[in-house]
């Protein structure tokens, strides 16, 4: 086998928040990405609106250094994927890891392992990956670097890695000073030793391995990602296994289908910092982009056409979580000027990102204008449509549910890890909180500075709805992380919600004077002018059950005084709910109604009557 010693792939993993994107920020100023007068930001690899505005990263994305050694040897070049730290986008990181030869593993000097860093690290170990520790923020005030250090290699064994894999470099570094080190600090110091990320670069070099080949074999380039260029159209992201590829070669396409037919390779690009251009010839272990094939899939191979030989398609893990996505059915569909309503433009659009996305499916239901659209966890399918409805469709979105499995004649349901890191004094609380929603406890661990971590194992439908708890209960300051981790027999029922429904009666515009004596029924949604129809959902109730209120009453005129007089009660301000919000506030019998404009929570079934009697009919059969 022969290696390219000019070129080195690796894939950045770690917890979400634990400053992946940061250290390549990093890396891509002191490599040279930039030129002299580019505008800087922040997290330029996060280029999503979203993923600004979340601070995630939901797309793996690569982007290419050069790295000339200061040794004076000759310049590297450097291929850097980075990857989504939250477990919803898992099947990004696995095919980011399809990639490369190497990873980089971030962890947090104060956080340390958290459940995704425990997720991406068992796909690295699974897939015989060599592994650089890098602990990153070395300059809190709260650091502990030598207990991080010790839970690393404890995650390390517990995941089963052999002894090479845990005889891995440890760097430490501060990726918001660019600054990293070969010699461990003091707790919450910078280190001193070193003003740049070199060290770094120099480990990486050293541990990653030079991508290898056979020099006879026929070309294999495997597709592990698409994207879209509004000059060449789809755009196919390969890395070349075997063999080079050249720009207006014929090639075999081999698809999933295992068919195999002739095309001709119209654009060839290769990545420089965050540009795309174009190349000639590209050969093994190079990460490229071609343009072309507009059918091309995620998983598929292009080959030599005299001798083509597939390569294994990429597998993702079973989805956990449907949710069924439909046309907006509501009496306000179509108010908003250019939405996109029909049964066919969904439909479209959902296919649209079955394209791109592995992790996905769309099965079809009972209804026409309905799909089951089944992803890893509620934040990635929560995405999926906060994106919709940027693009102007308007959707009808229900409660999110578990997909279960048959196992050993069984139906078995997803179980995640939960940890949770909070002030000692809510422990009692959030026992109880997870206690109700059938989890248990594995783990505990008081760090004696008031602060304490828990770990649970907690089935996948219990976690629907528990992050607005938590926070109440530990007033905003827990945090709290889940990661799948089994399948284990069905638990039962769940009652998530303890508290009803303020279902709207009737079609109207909310007043303040039927708002001024409903707040004292419960917690209202829905501020004064908002247009209501029946059916919809406008509050909380403080009682269990659901009740039909009239919030469009108006004050009479009397002989007595006007029906705008001034009222010496104030109106609480409502309580806005965001998309995730509103899909966790669901209960079975209860959608969300997506609109560019708003985002509403709504019955099922808007008739008042008509659900009476099927909530009778319900009782009667049990």
Same mark, same amino acid.
């Given at each position: 086998?022969?290696?390219?010693?000019?070129?080195?792939?690796?894939?950045?993993?770690?917890?979400?928040?634990?400053?992946?994107?940061?250290?390549?920020?990093?890396?891509?100023?002191?490599?040279?990405?930039?030129?002299?007068?580019?505008?800087?930001?922040?997290?330029?690899?996060?280029?999503?609106?979203?993923?600004?505005?979340?601070?995630?990263?939901?797309?793996?994305?690569?982007?290419?250094?050069?790295?000339?050694?200061?040794?004076?040897?000759?310049?590297?070049?450097?291929?850097?994927?980075?990857?989504?730290?939250?477990?919803?986008?898992?099947?990004?990181?696995?095919?980011?890891?399809?990639?490369?030869?190497?990873?980089?593993?971030?962890?947090?000097?104060?956080?340390?392992?958290?459940?995704?860093?425990?997720?991406?690290?068992?796909?690295?170990?699974?897939?015989?990956?060599?592994?650089?520790?890098?602990?990153?923020?070395?300059?809190?005030?709260?650091?502990?670097?030598?207990?991080?250090?010790?839970?690393?290699?404890?995650?390390?064994?517990?995941?089963?890695?052999?002894?090479?894999?845990?005889?891995?470099?440890?760097?430490?570094?501060?990726?918001?000073?660019?600054?990293?080190?070969?010699?461990?600090?003091?707790?919450?110091?910078?280190?001193?030793?070193?003003?740049?990320?070199?060290?770094?670069?120099?480990?990486?070099?050293?541990?990653?391995?030079?991508?290898?080949?056979?020099?006879?074999?026929?070309?294999?380039?495997?597709?592990?990602?698409?994207?879209?260029?509004?000059?060449?159209?789809?755009?196919?992201?390969?890395?070349?296994?075997?063999?080079?590829?050249?720009?207006?070669?014929?090639?075999?396409?081999?698809?999933?289908?295992?068919?195999?037919?002739?095309?001709?390779?119209?654009?060839?690009?290769?990545?420089?910092?965050?540009?795309?251009?174009?190349?000639?010839?590209?050969?093994?272990?190079?990460?490229?982009?071609?343009?072309?094939?507009?059918?091309?899939?995620?998983?598929?191979?292009?080959?030599?056409?005299?001798?083509?030989?597939?390569?294994?398609?990429?597998?993702?893990?079973?989805?956990?979580?449907?949710?069924?996505?439909?046309?907006?059915?509501?009496?306000?569909?179509?108010?908003?000027?250019?939405?996109?309503?029909?049964?066919?433009?969904?439909?479209?659009?959902?296919?649209?990102?079955?394209?791109?996305?592995?992790?996905?499916?769309?099965?079809?239901?009972?209804?026409?204008?309905?799909?089951?659209?089944?992803?890893?966890?509620?934040?990635?399918?929560?995405?999926?449509?906060?994106?919709?409805?940027?693009?102007?469709?308007?959707?009808?979105?229900?409660?999110?549910?578990?997909?279960?499995?048959?196992?050993?004649?069984?139906?078995?349901?997803?179980?995640?890890?939960?940890?949770?890191?909070?002030?000692?004094?809510?422990?009692?609380?959030?026992?109880?909180?997870?206690?109700?929603?059938?989890?248990?406890?594995?783990?505990?661990?008081?760090?004696?500075?008031?602060?304490?971590?828990?770990?649970?194992?907690?089935?996948?439908?219990?976690?629907?709805?528990?992050?607005?708890?938590?926070?109440?209960?530990?007033?905003?300051?827990?945090?709290?992380?889940?990661?799948?981790?089994?399948?284990?027999?069905?638990?039962? $029922?769940?009652?998530?919600? *303890?508290?009803? /429904?303020?279902? +709207? @009666?009737?079609?109207?515009? &909310?007043? #303040?004077?039927?708002? %001024?004596?409903?707040?004292?029924?419960?917690?209202?949604?829905?501020?004064?002018?908002?247009?209501?129809?029946?059916?919809?959902?406008?509050?909380?109730?403080?009682?269990?059950?659901?009740?039909?209120?009239?919030?469009?009453? $108006?004050?009479?005129?009397? *002989?007595?005084? /006007?029906?705008? +007089? @001034?009222?010496?009660?104030? &109106?609480? #301000?409502?309580?806005? %709910?965001?998309?995730?919000?509103?899909?966790?506030?669901?209960?079975?019998?209860?959608?969300?109604?997506?609109?560019?404009?708003?985002?509403?929570?709504?019955?099922?079934?808007?008739?008042?009557?008509?659900?009476?009697?099927?909530?009778?009919?319900?009782?009667?059969?049990?």
């Amino acid at each position: 086998m022969q290696t390219r010693t000019d070129l080195r792939n690796v894939a950045i993993v770690a917890h979400v928040d634990h400053g992946k994107t940061t250290l390549v920020d990093a890396m891509l100023r002191q490599g040279g990405a930039f030129s002299a007068r580019a505008e800087l930001t922040d997290r330029v690899m996060d280029s999503g609106d979203l993923e600004r505005e979340k601070g995630i990263t939901i797309l793996a994305k690569n982007t290419a250094i050069t790295y000339a050694p200061a040794d004076g040897s000759d310049p590297v070049t450097i291929n850097i994927i980075d990857t989504p730290g939250h477990a919803d986008f898992g099947g990004e990181v696995e095919r980011g890891l399809t990639m490369v030869d190497g990873v980089v593993l971030l962890v947090d000097a104060s956080e340390g392992p958290l459940p995704q860093t425990r997720f991406v690290l068992r796909k690295a170990l699974k897939a015989r990956l060599p592994i650089i520790l890098v602990i990153n923020k070395v300059d809190r005030p709260d650091a502990r670097i030598a207990e991080v250090i010790d839970e690393t290699y404890e995650l390390f064994l517990d995941l089963d890695a052999d002894e090479q894999q845990i005889d891995f470099p440890i760097v430490y570094a501060c990726a918001r000073d660019g600054v990293a080190s070969l010699t461990k600090p003091e707790d919450g110091k910078v280190p001193d030793d070193s003003d740049s990320v070199e060290p770094l670069f120099r480990t990486l070099l050293d541990t990653i391995p030079a991508p290898a080949y056979d020099e006879g074999a026929p070309l294999q380039a495997h597709v592990t990602n698409l994207d879209a260029s509004p000059f060449l159209g789809r755009l196919a992201l390969c890395r070349v296994r075997q063999g080079e590829i050249r720009k207006g070669q014929s090639l075999a396409w081999c698809k999933t289908d295992g068919t195999i037919a002739n095309v001709r390779i119209a654009e060839l690009l290769m990545t420089y910092g965050l540009e795309r251009r174009p190349a000639e010839s590209a050969g093994p272990g190079d990460i490229i982009a071609i343009a072309g094939i507009p059918e091309i899939m995620i998983g598929e191979t292009l080959a030599d056409a005299e001798n083509p030989v597939a390569l294994p398609l990429i597998t993702v893990d079973e989805p956990a979580i449907s949710m069924v996505i439909g046309t907006n059915t509501s009496p306000l569909v179509g108010k908003v000027k250019g939405g996109k309503v029909t049964a066919r433009m969904v439909k479209d659009r959902l296919e649209k990102e079955l394209v791109g996305n592995v992790s996905l499916r769309v099965l079809p239901t009972e209804r026409p204008d309905a799909w089951e659209v089944q992803g890893r966890g509620e934040l990635a399918l929560a995405i999926l449509v906060e994106q919709m409805r940027r693009e102007s469709y308007e959707l009808t979105v229900g409660k999110p549910q578990v997909v279960t499995r048959e196992i050993d004649g069984k139906t078995c349901e997803p179980v995640e890890r939960l940890t949770i890191d909070a002030p000692e004094e809510y422990m009692g609380a959030i026992t109880q909180l997870l206690a109700t929603r059938k989890g248990r406890m594995e783990q505990y661990t008081n760090h004696n500075t008031g602060w304490i971590r828990m770990e649970w194992l907690i089935p996948a439908r219990g976690l629907i709805g528990f992050r607005t708890e938590f926070l109440t209960e530990t007033r905003g300051t827990g945090i709290a992380h889940h990661v799948f981790e089994t399948y284990e027999p069905w638990f039962g $029922e769940l009652r998530t919600r *303890n508290n009803g /429904s303020l279902v +709207a @009666d009737r079609s109207g515009v &909310v007043t #303040p004077f039927a708002m %001024l004596n409903l707040q004292e029924r419960g917690q209202l949604f829905v501020e004064p002018t908002t247009e209501v129809y029946e059916g919809m959902i406008v509050g909380e109730n403080s009682r269990a059950d659901d009740m039909d209120v009239n919030i469009t009453k $108006e004050k009479k005129l009397t *002989n007595m005084r /006007s029906s705008t +007089a @001034d009222e010496t009660e104030k &109106v609480i #301000p409502p309580r806005r %709910l965001s998309l995730e919000q509103a899909l966790e506030f669901c209960r079975d019998d209860e959608c969300v109604e997506v609109t560019p404009a708003a985002v509403r929570i709504r019955k099922v079934v808007l008739d008042a009557s008509q659900r009476a009697r099927l909530t009778a009919r319900r009782k009667h059969q049990s």
